[in-house]
Structures are given as C-alpha cells and as structure tokens.
C-alpha cells in the first residue's frame, strides 16, 4: 500500500471510530497529510502500525462530577482525562473547563500535545483533560467543590511519574490550587503532580508568561532566520486573556508593537500600541470575568469594533491567541490582502485548515500551534524538574531555558521542512519533527 493510502486509511479509521468530532478529525488529518514522505523513507513505521497506534489514545476516561451550589441545589458535571501518548514521557496536558468540552475537544487538544511536548524535547507524553463546568460567575466555594469532585475521581488516574495535569482554558492558579490541595489530601504526598502551582508551594517563575514568551521567542527566531528583524514591526493579535498578555508584554520588550486585542464582544485597535500601564491593565481585564474587551477602549478611548474580527487590521504579523479556528478563509483572504509576511498560531489550532493551506499558497509563512505555543508546556517541564530537584530557579534561569527550548524548536522545525523537500513550511516542518521522535520511541519500546 503506498503512504498516500496509508495515511488515508488511517484518517478513515478515525472517522469511523471517532464520530461526531470534527476538531480531532482536522487535528489528525492535518498532520497525517505530512506524514507522506516519512512513511516512505521509514518502512519500519508501516510495519509497526505507528500511525494507527499514535492516532488511537492508549486511555479514555470518562467520569461524573457531582457537586453542590451555594443555594444548596446538586449539579453534575462531565470530566474527561485523555492519555493519549505515553512513549515519551508521563502524560502532559492541561485541564480545560468550559461549557464547550466534550470528549472530541479534549481528544483533539490530546493529539496536538503529543507532538508539541514531543518538539520541546522534554521527557513528556501527551494528554488533555476537563469538564463541561463554567467557572465563570461561580463563588469560590462554587468552584472549590467542584474542583475537589473532579480531583476525587481523577486522583486515581494520574500521578508525577504518571500524568501530570495543567491548567487551560477555565483553569487558573486559585482551580489548580483546590485540585491540588484535595489531592494532596487523598494521598497523603506532597508531590510535583499538577503544574501551574503557586510559586509559595511549588510553582515555577515565567510560568504565567510562558506561553506567550515562547510564541514571541519563536517568532524573533523566525525572521532573524529571513534576516529579519522584531524591531518597529506591528503585531495584531486576538484574545485579551493570558496568553495574549504574555505576547503583548514580550514583544513590547522586544521592540515591537502590538495593536489590537479581542474578544467575544468585538476588537479594539490601538495603534500607538498595547505598551506599559495598557499591558497591566489586560490583568484587570481578566479578572473581572466580564469577558469583554470594550473596557480597554473605554479606558484608553481607542476604537472598538463591536462583533468582529481583528483581521482587517494592517500589520506585520498576526498572532491568533484566543482559541481554535477563530481565522477561516474569509480571513486569511484579508490577511493575504494586508500583505501580512508571517502568521504565528499561538491559540492552539486556530486556523482552519482551508485557510492555512490557502496562506501557504500566498508565501505566507505560518508558524504552526504545536511549535509556537509550546511554551507553556516547555515551562510545565521545567517546573516538573524543579519539583524533582525541590529547588525552585530563577526567573533569568527559567527564562533561559525557554528561550533555548524556544529556538531548538525552530531550528528543528526548519531542519525537518528541508530534509523532507519541503523549505519554509514549518507545518511540515513541525508535525514531521514532532512525529519521528515519538515513532521512533514506539518502535524501541516494542508493541505497547
């Protein structure tokens, strides 16, 4: 059978046992597409079934979360925890809490994280997990029982040389804490097994920042690499929450200006750029739980653009921060129009995969999700190491070794888009390097 059908037939196997979730559907079809000329240099990935194996998770879980509002009334809640990959390390992922989970969300999110951790080149597998609760509104009461159900289930499925959750979308600091502490409380350890923590017990410095430190370290990477340079450029980016602050602050430092920010309400567009007191302010943005980014264009009096998009914005690059498939065709068509050089996926998988294709035809040069954004997984890592060691690095440290996790990531990316035929796409580039290692992890551990 020759790739093309190889990766076909195993894209319709995911189809047929994974019904009704077109996220995961995109996810594996995206980097199953890659994979051609792999599959033909590597005969030996044919013949161990690595593709139908890295597309099947190794566990599922599926469980219930009873618990109880301040009114006294009784709610009950989905959870889901997918360890999808184990060939590299525990499984690593964050936990997710939003109205949107369901298992195809997390199945998605899962199988990027293998090849992201995989791409860090720390000793990670990959997973995902979260429920269906909206933490949004809830007291912390609310949300401390609720976390401490989910925790009394999940404890029994992870561990610090098992899976070690993080947080997500829905997950901050004061979530990650209740888990931790009722996990804590079953097992009578105090062990590194959730990441995220609070610096006083455990966390790591450059933790809050990571994910949009790396994206902005990569970035820098990318065009010194075209002899290019940060420098006076102008960003748009999307998303007001962390990982937005985290790229706003980054690039500012390193001399560039981003522009805009959004949200579920419109986008605001301020071009002398979301520099020193307006970064700060993203925090009290974030924290009102309001949701919307009109605040920061009452505050700073800049326009507002209720109900749409930040892509009509003239900039340099664009940085999508908030959330999968926020830019479709009809966008990449205005950021083709815009003459935009370099779009970076910082939200994971947050163009479609009609308009990466079509960015990729128009000399686009796309920076995929898994290699931008793992940051925040790379700095997980580094607070895994940290909590083996019990001793906690400094900031300039842990942000050093980012940086160096960051770069490695490009050079391997560029590195495995040339040798496979296929320069300057690092979508290629990236599900290629991501891939190999974990195959070839596969293959020395036998059929597990």
Request: charged share 25%; net charge neutral; proline share 5%.
């Amino acid at each position: 059978m020759t790739a093309n059908k190889l990766t076909q037939a195993a894209y319709e196997q995911v189809l047929k046992r994974n019904p009704g979730e077109p996220e995961f559907h995109q996810a594996v079809k995206e980097v199953l597409d890659c994979l051609e000329p792999v599959l033909e240099k590597h005969p030996e990935y044919i013949k161990a079934k690595i593709l139908e194996r890295l597309v099947e998770p190794e566990r599922q879980i599926i469980f219930r979360i009873p618990w109880q509002n301040d009114k006294g009334d009784f709610r009950v809640n989905r959870g889901f925890r997918i360890q999808f990959n184990s060939a590299l390390g525990p499984y690593k992922g964050g936990i997710r809490f939003h109205p949107s989970v369901y298992i195809g969300i997390i199945k998605f999110l899962g199988f990027e994280q293998i090849l992201k951790n995989s791409l860090t080149g720390l000793m990670m597998g990959g997973g995902k997990g979260g429920a269906d609760f909206d933490p949004k509104g809830k007291s912390d009461a609310e949300v401390m029982r609720f976390c401490q159900s989910f925790m009394t289930e999940l404890f029994r499925h992870i561990g610090p040389d098992t899976d070690v959750p993080a947080g997500d979308i829905g997950v901050g600091a004061r979530e990650i804490g209740f888990m931790f502490g009722q996990y804590k409380r079953i097992r009578n350890e105090f062990t590194g097994v959730l990441t995220g923590k609070g610096l006083e017990w455990g966390g790591s410095l450059v933790r809050p920042e990571a994910t949009g430190y790396g994206a902005a370290y990569f970035v820098e990477e990318m065009l010194n690499a075209n002899n290019d340079g940060l420098a006076g450029k102008v960003i748009a980016i999307s998303g007001f929450g962390n990982v937005a602050w985290g790229v706003s602050k980054k690039m500012s430092q390193l001399g560039a200006k981003v522009v805009t920010l959004s949200g579920p309400d419109g986008y605001i567009c301020d071009l002398d750029g979301v520099l020193g007191e307006k970064i700060d302010y993203m925090l009290e943005m974030r924290a009102s739980n309001r949701d919307v980014v009109k605040d920061y264009a009452d505050k700073f009096g800049v326009p507002f653009f209720p109900g749409e998009k930040p892509w009509p914005v003239k900039a340099d690059i664009v940085m999508p921060c908030a959330t999968e498939n926020e830019i479709d065709v009809g966008d990449a068509k205005k950021i083709i129009a815009n003459k935009v050089k370099y779009v970076a996926e910082v939200a994971n998988m947050p163009t479609t995969f009609e308009a990466t294709k079509l960015l990729l035809e128009n000399n686009v040069m796309v920076g995929p999700s898994k290699a931008v954004n793992a940051g925040g997984v790379a700095v997980s890592g580094l607070e895994m190491a940290q909590n083996s060691q019990r001793i906690p690095w400094t900031f300039e440290k842990a942000d050093s070794e980012l940086k160096n996790i960051m770069v490695t990531i490009y050079n391997n990316t560029r590195q495995a888009a040339e040798e496979y035929g296929c320069k300057g796409n690092f979508v290629v580039g990236a599900n290629i390097a991501g891939f190999t290692k974990i195959a070839d992890a596969m293959l020395a551990q036998g059929l597990v």
